[in-house]
């Protein structure tokens, strides 16, 4: 690229420090750990979903929890060692939350990438 490390270094530093890169991440094969990933989603009675967050910050299954506009109130990421557990998780925990009036999931397969840099060329195009 024509650019010295030294000149890359103090623009990503100055990128982290005005917010723009918030964080770095690690991206591993769950399958090969023998983990299932999921999303559930989760439609709630009235404006419960605080209390909701609450209760799913309790369970190491939930990874990431989506508010979303659509179908469901709330769209969760999960890892689960497999069916049984994901079901298990579901029935006699998840469904039991007060406020969660239904449950839908989508057990993921297979992630595929399109454009890992969205948001940039988005961004891009604007300027």
Do not use: W
């Amino acid at each position: 690229m024509g650019t010295s490390k030294a000149t890359v270094s103090r623009r990503i530093n100055r990128l982290e420090q005005d917010g723009f890169i918030s964080s770095y991440t690690l991206t591993m094969n769950s399958t090969k750990l023998g983990l299932m990933r999921a999303m559930i989603g989760l439609e709630l009675n009235g404006p419960s979903s605080d209390l909701v967050i609450e209760e799913l910050r309790k369970f190491e299954e939930v990874q990431s929890i989506y508010k979303v506009f659509g179908d469901h109130n709330l769209l969760c990421e999960i890892y689960a060692r497999g069916v049984d557990s994901l079901y298990e998780l579901i029935q006699s925990r998840i469904s039991k939350i007060p406020g969660i009036l239904d449950v839908e999931v989508d057990i993921l397969i297979e992630k595929i990438v399109l454009n890992p840099d969205a948001e940039l060329d988005i961004l891009a195009k604007k300027a």
